[in-house]
Nanobody
Framework: QEQLVESGGGSVQAGGSLRLSCAAS????????MGWFRRAPGKEREAVAS????????FYADSVKGRFTISHDNAKNTLALQMNSLKPEDTAMYYC?????????????????????WGQGTQVTVSS
């Protein structure tokens, strides 16, 4: 059974950086939309960033544009999220996901289908 396992979360002060990783245990995610989501306490889940593994086209939420960078390493079958200039409002549980049948907005994909696979999450806490 496929598993996505996130790592790299932690506690950091505002302005700091963290790098999240998402490792896949079974499948090689070729021609998938892979994305990072987050959920803060009392808030709805938010799509943070996504990437299509073949074209490497990316999408970012407005709240993270210019600060976060999503990447996928085909050889290592690993998804990453580099987070710089972190803010207290970035505090949340972060999840990675992979979707073979994403929703498309132009050339940008979104993880959205019932075929998607999700990780268990990694906590990011940013203090002011």
């Amino acid at each position: 059974q496929e598993q996505l396992v996130e790592s790299g979360g932690g506690s950091v002060q505002a302005g700091g950086s963290l790098r999240l990783s998402c490792a896949a245990s079974v499948y090689t995610y070729s021609r998938y939309c892979m994305g990072w989501f987050r959920r803060a306490p009392g808030k709805e889940r938010e799509a943070v960033a996504s990437i299509y593994t073949t074209t490497r086209r990316t999408f970012y939420a407005d709240s993270v544009k210019g600060r976060f960078t999503i990447s996928h390493d085909n050889a290592k079958n690993t998804l990453a999220l580099q987070m710089n200039s972190l803010k207290p409002e970035d505090t949340a549980m972060y999840y990675c996901a992979a979707d073979p049948a994403p929703t498309w907005y132009g050339s940008n994909c979104r993880v959205n289908s019932d075929k998607s696979v999700w990780g268990q999450g990694t906590q990011v806490t940013v203090s002011s």
